[in-house]
């Protein structure tokens, strides 16, 4: 290490060290534990400018008795003790002092799914949800203590939510496990809910479903989740849609799109047809002339936005059909047109245009 090296070097080259040399990571291998320490030492020193100066200058003897190099800090390690705590799972490394943990503590949040009609999703609906979940129990208010009885203070930790323990030359805190870091426990329990201060219950949840909703979409209904341990908030429930598929629609976005037959005579004469729309039929117009596979737009007549203003559009593509069985009378009458429009069945080069319809659909 660089004589001149910053702080976020030094805490840097002490973590990689610290981790390969720790206790925890090399048990019954004293030349570890001896190097940990030393490195522990050193790193009190250097991280501390007054020491690390009276070091510069004086030696061993500068700092002797000082916290570092015959002195223990704990101050100094502080910002350390986080990393420390996570990967060794200890709650307090150096015995600095830690926050006792509630007893309350949030519900977990439920997941129902609800299955709706095209249409349903479409112009939204009013319906029920059933849900089992835990509801704080009413004997106890969610307490988890018998009537007239509190928790009280846990004897392994005293209060503390921790329980300390001397593991080498370092005094270490996990969470006590009496209380688990409540700093409490229950001693005469409720009858009804046997101490946890919830009881399952079955109930129905009105759910109002917007318009425009889509499949997968979901609804979140705050504090309908179950209910927080020992009195702590409830958690949300989140309701998951899933929409059946439409006979002859289909959805894109807020666009409908739907294929509606026609006759040859209507494609090359022109017609007016009626389109199905999910409020009631509408009028096209086929003008004459209108090849197989042409597409026509229909505003409005698409899917609400949801939670917002307007509508999508409605997409028709009208195809052309060719009768499979002809009348006598009709395979005459064709015969005859065909004489009138035959074409020369030659090869044609694309257009830029038609060659863009078919890169694209």
Do not use: W
């Not at 849900?131 to 930790?157: F, I, M, N, Q, Y």
């Not at 001693?187 to 809910?193: A, L, Q």
């Not at 949300?236 to 026609?262: A, T």
């Not at 499979?324 to 395979?331: E, G, I, N, P, S």
């Amino acid at each position: 290490m660089e004589r001149q090296c910053g702080e976020q070097e030094i805490k840097s080259a002490y973590r990689k060290l610290a981790m390969q040399y720790h206790p925890d990571r090399n048990p019954n291998n004293p030349e570890a534990e001896d190097k940990f320490k030393e490195l522990t030492e050193a790193y009190a020193v250097l991280i501390d400018a007054e020491k690390r100066s009276a070091y510069d200058r004086f030696g061993h003897a500068g700092v002797a008795g000082a916290g570092g190099m015959g002195g223990f800090d704990p101050n100094a390690f502080q910002d350390l003790s986080d990393i420390f705590g996570e990967f060794f799972g200890i709650g307090d490394l150096f015995g600095a002092g830690g926050r006792r943990r509630t007893r309350a503590q949030r519900g977990p949040d439920l997941r129902e799914d609800l299955t709706l009609t095209f249409e349903e999703a479409v112009f939204g609906t009013e319906t029920k949800v059933s849900v089992r979940r835990h509801e704080a129990c009413e004997d106890c208010s969610g307490s988890g203590a018998a009537a007239g009885k509190s928790p009280v203070t846990c004897r392994s930790c005293q209060g503390r939510g921790q329980v300390r323990y001397q593991q080498g030359f370092f005094s270490m805190a996990r969470t006590c496990p009496t209380c688990q870091g409540a700093g409490s426990v229950i001693t005469d329990p409720c009858p009804k809910c046997k101490g946890e201060g919830r009881v399952l219950r079955q109930r129905t949840v009105e759910a109002k479903v917007p318009a425009g909703v889509e499949d997968g979409t979901r609804i979140r209904f705050s504090g309908y989740g179950e209910a927080g341990a020992f009195g702590g908030p409830a958690g949300d429930l989140y309701v998951v849609l899933h929409v059946k598929e439409h006979p002859f629609f289909s959805r894109e976005g807020n666009d409908l799109h739907c294929v509606i037959p026609i006759s040859f005579t209507q494609a090359a004469l022109g017609a007016e047809i009626k389109v199905p729309t999910l409020e009631g039929e509408q009028v096209l117009k086929i003008p004459e002339g209108t090849q197989s596979g042409t597409t026509f737009r229909i505003k409005s007549k698409g899917v609400p936005v949801l939670q917002g203003r307007g509508k999508g559009d409605l997409f028709v593509e009208v195809r052309s059909q060719t009768p499979t069985k002809l009348t006598k009378r009709q395979r005459e009458l064709l015969q005859e047109l065909d004489g009138l429009t035959r074409i020369e069945n030659k090869p044609q080069r694309s257009t830029l245009v038609e060659k863009m319809k078919d890169i694209f659909g």
